[in-house]
């Protein structure tokens, strides 16, 4: 069963606005095809994926941003051991409904996934999936994130750039304004940031891999997996 967890401490007063909006977008977050993952093919094609990405046995697997839980139940499900961490306690709550429904054990915290406070534990995988968009400090949770892996362990970003980045982007929480990467990020702006902190890094174009996304999309989609 789902392992129950004390939450973390409440986020601070800059991060209280974020997590507000993304508590109010929790209940028709899985509406979403990549979100919820409701359709039979999307499950599929992530499975797929997430296979490929993170081969093996009973890996410890850090979801941060993991939103209610979609590929962290995925992970569970192929065997792994899961901890999500995502700043919505809306989120959170719905992920650890979905693993209970389910029957698998996972953990979840309530928390800033750019700092994850996982105290000692370390990861043989760090997974993370359009969040970066969302960070006052991309950059120090790219270091943070490589820190929390044990050697040899995997980074995997799944990304993009949306179309909407090509225009001015409007703040989609008070305090968001200055976001460094509002509107997405670029796959060589981001390898740029990470490559000082990884080895064997590589990138998967996913734009034509249109069951991922429930459909086409005509933006920049991509994952980079790299290893500590």
Known sequence: MNEPLTPLDAPSDVLAPIAAYWDAAAPAFDLE?????????????????????????????????????????????????????????AMIDRARRKFAAAGLAGRFLVGDASNPATGADRYDAVLSRHLVWTLPDPSAALRAWTDLLRPGGSLLLVEGRWREADA??????????????????????LTAALRPLVHDLRIHPLESDTALWGGPVHDERYAVLARR
């Open 33 to 89: 095809p990549d979100h919820g993952l409701l359709d039979a093919a999307t499950r599929r094609a992530w499975q797929r994926r997430l296979a490929d990405w993170l081969p093996g046995e009973w890996l410890d697997v850090l979801d941060v941003g993991c939103g209610t839980g979609s590929l962290a139940l995925l992970l569970a499900e192929a065997g792994h051991r899961v901890t999500g961490v995502d700043l919505a306690p």
């Open 168 to 189: 001015p982007v409007e703040p989609y929480a008070p305090g968001t304004e200055t976001l460094p990467w509002a509107g997405g990020v670029s796959a060589p702006t």
